[in-house]
């Protein structure tokens, strides 16, 4: 079956691009388009598809609110956040919207097809730059405000390990290749992990890890799509907005 896909972007001329770049890709469709964030809610909430590809700034309502409204009304969808922005704090807003995964346009467009497709399975994706960024601001901000004290859980080392392969969007599989495990035990690390943090979902262990700073950059492995040949860059030129496309 095939990943139903809307694109939300304020610029005709990047959805041509990113068109151009998804046909590609057969287990792809994009079902349709949207150039704000409330044509946007609307439109997720009528074809309710599996991933949203969305920018953050858009005219009428911006993308971190857009993404609020969709994971609450259509839980099923994933949204993947596409923009120029970098500030980590932006990129923090975004996962506590919902968000399962935070690229931007310059990022290699195999990162970008194979975060479409782990957002189905469940699995969160960040640009490996991004990633690197955020978990160093987080790790900062907390070791220099003491935020680490009695309360914080206490992880071992290969819970940790297992925690920052899974905030930096490796599957099951893809960590026990990494951590050489059998995936049985990596099941079980991340059953613990999720017992000792009291999170049961995904998306909450990336919040965790990024917003507690866990996790240090050199503790996080670039995914396997961020290892392949790079392919040519997306990019997003400067043009005016264009009027809503009909959906």
């Known amino acids: 079956m095939k990943i139903g896909l809307v694109l939300v972007d304020d610029h005709a001329i990047v959805r041509e691009g990113l068109r151009a770049l998804l046909k590609n890709d057969p287990d792809i469709q994009i079902l349709a388009e949207a150039a704000d ?3 946007a809610v609307q439109v997720v909430r009528r074809l309710k598809p599996d991933v949203v590809l969305m920018d953050v700034m858009l005219p009428t309502m911006n993308g971190i609110e857009a ?7 259509c839980p099923k969808t994933k949204v993947i956040i596409l923009t120029t922005v970098r500030e980590w704090y932006k990129v923090q807003d975004c996962i506590d919207a919902g968000a399962c995964g935070y690229f931007v346009k310059a990022s290699p467009s195999n990162e970008l097809l194979q975060a479409i497709h782990n957002a189905c399975t469940g699995t969160t994706n960040f640009s490996t ?4 960024n955020i978990q160093e601001q987080n790790r900062r901000m907390f070791v220099s405000q ?3 004290d009695a309360t914080t859980p206490k992880l071992t080392t ?4 297992v925690l920052g392969l899974i905030a930096n969007g490796l599957g099951n599989k893809q960590i026990a290749t990494e951590l050489g495990i059998s995936i049985k035990t990596v099941e079980k690390h991340r059953q613990q992990v999720m017992n000792k943090l009291n999170i049961h979902d995904i998306a909450g262990l990336t919040r965790f890890a990024i917003s507690t700073g866990m996790v240090k950059p050199s503790e996080i492995k670039p995914s396997p ?3 392949t040949q790079p392919e040519p860059k997306l990019a997003a030129a400067p043009v005016a907005a264009e009027p809503a496309l009909a959906t």
């Open 37 to 39: 964030g409330g044509q």
């Open 67 to 73: 993404t609020k409204q969709i994971v609450k009304q």
């Open 129 to 132: 730059a991004i990633s690197k």
């Open 146 to 148: 003491g935020k680490f």
């Open 158 to 161: 290969r819970e940790t390990e």
């Open 225 to 227: 799509a961020a290892e």
